[in-house]
């Protein structure tokens, strides 16, 4: 059981393999063959999850997606988390594509285009003050990546949350 992350999956599937000696044959050679498949494919996936886990990459992944959360709204470029992160930008890219499924610059993007709908929705900053907050000298250029990530640009985005909090007597729900 060594190298795998929860052993009693594959001892309840061993005990089962063995309980199917006290069947009769008919039933037991079928059942038997089964849970050997399923014992094998059970240590096969439960390994590969386990070494994956715990290999060094996942764990700098891992490292470099909290630095980047916890430090993202003063973050402008890869290079600059990447520092942060004390690895190579190409050595990030590769961790964040391989352990993430998306880049670093992608989730980089992502999380501060949630903080700027923060500060658009709860702080009643305007576009103009929310690009700066974010480091965008052009709020055109900040409205276009707004709209990539959200959908919409940030003004039909405050107007569609504006809209959903009111009824059509301006009353909140």
Same mark, same amino acid.
């Given at each position: 059981?060594?190298?795998?992350?929860?052993?009693?999956?594959?001892?309840?599937?061993?005990?089962?393999?063995?309980?199917?000696?006290?069947?009769?044959?008919?039933?037991?050679?079928?059942?038997?063959?089964?849970?050997?498949?399923?014992?094998?494919?059970?240590?096969?996936?439960?390994?590969?999850?386990?070494?994956?886990?715990?290999?060094?990459?996942?764990?700098?992944?891992?490292?470099?997606?909290?630095?980047?959360?916890?430090?993202?709204?003063?973050?402008?470029?890869i290079? *600059?988390?990447?520092?942060?992160?004390?690895?190579?930008?190409?050595?990030?890219?590769?961790?964040?594509?391989?352990?993430?499924?998306?880049?670093?610059?992608?989730?980089?993007?992502?999380?501060?285009?949630?903080?700027?709908?923060?500060?658009?929705?709860?702080?009643?900053?305007?576009?103009? *003050?929310?690009?700066?907050?974010?480091g965008?000298?052009?709020?055109?250029?900040?409205?276009?990546?707004?709209?990539?990530?959200?959908?919409?640009?940030?003004?039909?985005?405050l107007?569609?949350?504006?809209?959903?909090?009111w009824?059509?007597?301006?009353?909140?729900?």
């Amino acid at each position: 059981y060594k190298g795998v992350d929860r052993p009693e999956r594959i001892r309840q599937l061993f005990d089962q393999l063995v309980d199917c000696a006290d069947l009769p044959l008919e039933t037991a050679r079928p059942l038997a063959l089964h849970l050997a498949e399923l014992l094998l494919m059970r240590v096969s996936v439960d390994s590969r999850v386990d070494m994956t886990i715990r290999s060094q990459g996942y764990q700098s992944f891992l490292r470099a997606r909290y630095l980047i959360s916890k430090h993202h709204t003063s973050l402008t470029k890869i290079e *600059e988390a990447a520092i942060l992160c004390g690895l190579s930008p190409a050595y990030l890219s590769r961790l964040f594509n391989r352990f993430g499924g998306e880049g670093p610059l992608k989730f980089l993007t992502r999380l501060r285009m949630q903080h700027a709908a923060d500060l658009l929705l709860r702080h009643s900053t305007n576009v103009q *003050e929310t690009a700066r907050a974010l480091g965008f000298t052009d709020p055109f250029h900040f409205s276009r990546v707004f709209k990539r990530v959200h959908g919409l640009s940030p003004r039909a985005f405050l107007k569609s949350h504006s809209d959903s909090r009111w009824g059509r007597s301006g009353q909140t729900f």
